[in-house]
């Protein structure tokens, strides 16, 4: 593989058969890794929950608060996270977030080793904390990548097949860190997810460029697939700029709207293994394997929603193609999440949250395609305010379902989840993709006087 990145596309060896893969697709691989480490380091506290309270002497509500503390960080700088990438571009600061990420695990885990008492459970927060600062820029500048590298036809399979990656990590933290755990214990189960990324972090720092014009393998082929020969070039991120794009309605009404889908995300981010154990009353080996299933069934629906978004879109046009998946995926989503906390069995249940999952992320495409459709060039940007939105979900739930859950009411939890997937399918009739942001001229300087 060294031998097919490092030199350019007309020196290649014919003998390999990789000369016809565009630079793109390199590109995306490392936008499709980062973003599967960074969800096995974000749901590895989660898992490990009831090793934490045994040696640590917490609540499960108090273990809860320790990954808010990850999701405070990361919903609060969302924006400033795409502003970020904007400013610095994408090869820097996913090298940023490669390295804090790194730093935040080897906290988290070894704050044990050297703190007791009310010390440890504040060092672990403030490491949860750098952690959401790390991974907050990783979804806007993600999705400013994508604007710049792939044409607008294939922007919503390729933010579908990036979001299955998320789902792959999801589905892999759960039996990772149980067997880690079981053979290492908790601390150097979580330690262990540093190593990866540092590795990935160091390739990206070699190979990435912010833009296709600035990566030496890139052909002029490549370049005249991109809508015409390059996209329009990052918008300098002034604060008027950003306040006139936070104003945008149909990107206002988008954030909400993923807001309130978003609370079912997390209850199937985060329920799963302890809903399975604590609940169903399974085992930690049991609970973990059937964990997995709800985040693979979420991959499929993310990468079925690409393709569905790129052909509603093209059939029935910007403004009612992003909406169609949406409107009938969220209400689907309501119905099995009902019938999967009532259901008689566990297959029954697990089965309904696998499909209410797939269903969820059927909508992750159409959400980031018809934000780049409405923001263009301030795509990172755009979609920080979209996952400022999302996220606070996250801040909101982790807490209430620490709460219900501690109370064994994990029913109450899913019949909220429930009725936020309403909500977000009717705010989907205001988003008006088709109407791009088109920020106020700047005023022209008034002539000198002498």
């Given at each position: 593989?060294?031998?097919?990145?490092?030199?350019?596309?007309?020196?290649?060896?014919?003998?390999?058969?990789?000369?016809?893969?565009?630079?793109?697709?390199?590109?995306?691989?490392?936008?499709?890794?980062?973003?599967?480490?960074?969800?096995?380091?974000?749901?590895?506290?989660?898992?490990?929950?009831?090793?934490?309270?045994?040696?640590?002497?917490?609540?499960?509500?108090?273990?809860f608060?320790?990954?808010?503390?990850?999701?405070?960080?990361?919903?609060?700088?969302q924006?400033?996270?795409?502003?970020?990438?904007?400013?610095?571009?994408?090869?820097?600061?996913?090298?940023?977030?490669?390295?804090?990420?790194?730093?935040?695990?080897?906290?988290?885990?070894?704050?044990?080793?050297?703190?007791?008492?009310?010390?440890?459970?504040?060092?672990?927060?403030?490491?949860?904390?750098?952690l959401?600062?790390?991974?907050?820029p990783?979804f806007?500048?993600?999705?400013?990548v994508?604007?710049?590298?792939?044409?607008?036809?294939?922007?919503g399979?390729?933010?579908?097949?990036?979001?299955?990656?998320?789902?792959?990590?999801?589905?892999?933290?759960?039996?990772?860190?149980?067997?880690?755990?079981?053979?290492?214990?908790?601390?150097?189960?979580?330690?262990?997810t540093?190593?990866?990324?540092?590795?990935?972090?160091?390739c990206?720092?070699?190979?990435?460029?912010?833009?296709?014009?600035?990566?030496?393998?890139?052909?002029?082929?490549?370049l005249?697939?991109?809508?015409?020969?390059?996209?329009?070039?990052?918008?300098?991120?002034?604060?008027?700029?950003?306040?006139?794009?936070?104003?945008?309605?149909?990107?206002?009404?988008?954030?909400?709207?993923?807001?309130?889908?978003?609370?079912?995300?997390?209850?199937?981010?985060?329920a799963?293994?302890?809903?399975l154990?604590?609940?169903?009353?399974?085992?930690?080996?049991?609970?973990?394997?059937?964990?997995?299933?709800?985040?693979?069934?979420?991959?499929?629906?993310?990468?079925?929603?690409?393709?569905l978004?790129?052909?509603?879109?093209?059939?029935?046009?910007?403004?009612?193609?992003?909406?169609?998946?949406?409107?009938?995926?969220?209400?689907?989503?309501?119905?099995?999440?009902?019938?999967?906390?009532?259901?008689?069995?566990?297959?029954?249940?697990?089965?309904?949250?696998?499909?209410?999952?797939?269903?969820?992320?059927?909508?992750?495409a159409?959400?980031?395609?018809?934000?780049?459709?409405?923001?263009?060039?301030?795509?990172?940007?755009?979609?920080?305010?979209?996952?400022?939105?999302?996220?606070?979900?996250?801040?909101?739930?982790?807490?209430?379902?620490?709460?219900?859950?501690?109370?064994?009411?994990?029913?109450?939890?899913?019949?909220i989840?429930?009725?936020c997937?309403?909500?977000?399918?009717?705010?989907?009739?205001?988003?008006?993709?088709?109407?791009?942001?088109?920020?106020?001229?700047?005023?022209?300087?008034?002539?000198?006087?002498?």
């Amino acid at each position: 593989m060294e031998s097919v990145i490092a030199v350019p596309p007309r020196h290649r060896p014919a003998r390999l058969g990789l000369g016809a893969v565009r630079v793109r697709w390199w590109i995306f691989l490392y936008m499709f890794l980062f973003p599967l480490l960074c969800y096995v380091q974000r749901n590895s506290l989660t898992i490990a929950t009831d090793q934490v309270k045994a040696q640590l002497h917490v609540s499960q509500l108090q273990v809860f608060l320790l990954t808010s503390a990850f999701m405070v960080m990361y919903t609060a700088l969302q924006l400033p996270g795409g502003v970020l990438g904007q400013r610095w571009g994408a090869r820097r600061t996913f090298v940023l977030i490669g390295a804090l990420g790194c730093l935040a695990m080897m906290a988290t885990s070894l704050a044990p080793f050297a703190l007791t008492g009310t010390a440890v459970i504040m060092a672990m927060a403030l490491a949860q904390a750098v952690l959401g600062v790390s991974q907050a820029p990783v979804f806007p500048v993600q999705t400013g990548v994508f604007e710049s590298w792939f044409p607008s036809a294939r922007w919503g399979f390729v933010n579908g097949l990036a979001t299955s990656a998320n789902n792959i990590g999801s589905a892999l933290a759960a039996p990772l860190i149980v067997a880690l755990s079981a053979s290492y214990g908790w601390q150097k189960a979580l330690l262990w997810t540093a190593l990866p990324l540092a590795v990935l972090t160091a390739c990206w720092a070699w190979y990435g460029r912010d833009t296709p014009q600035q990566h030496p393998s890139v052909s002029a082929r490549e370049l005249a697939e991109l809508d015409g020969g390059g996209h329009e070039p990052p918008a300098p991120t002034t604060l008027r700029r950003c306040l006139e794009l936070m104003r945008e309605r149909s990107l206002l009404m988008l954030a909400v709207s993923y807001m309130l889908s978003c609370v079912a995300f997390y209850q199937l981010l985060a329920a799963p293994f302890l809903y399975l154990t604590q609940h169903r009353h399974l085992s930690q080996m049991d609970g973990g394997w059937l964990a997995m299933l709800p985040p693979v069934g979420a991959a499929v629906g993310a990468s079925l929603g690409g393709v569905l978004a790129d052909r509603s879109a093209a059939r029935f046009g910007l403004r009612w193609g992003y909406r169609l998946v949406p409107l009938a995926a969220l209400p689907a989503v309501a119905a099995l999440l009902l019938c999967g906390a009532y259901a008689s069995s566990v297959p029954i249940a697990v089965g309904c949250f696998v499909l209410a999952y797939g269903c969820q992320q059927l909508t992750e495409a159409p959400v980031a395609a018809a934000t780049m459709q409405i923001a263009r060039a301030d795509s990172m940007s755009g979609f920080g305010v979209i996952n400022t939105g999302g996220n606070l979900a996250g801040v909101l739930l982790y807490p209430l379902l620490g709460y219900l859950s501690g109370r064994g009411e994990w029913n109450l939890a899913f019949e909220i989840a429930a009725g936020c997937c309403l909500a977000a399918a009717a705010l989907w009739l205001m988003v008006r993709a088709d109407r791009s942001f088109a920020p106020a001229p700047l005023a022209p300087l008034a002539p000198q006087t002498t």
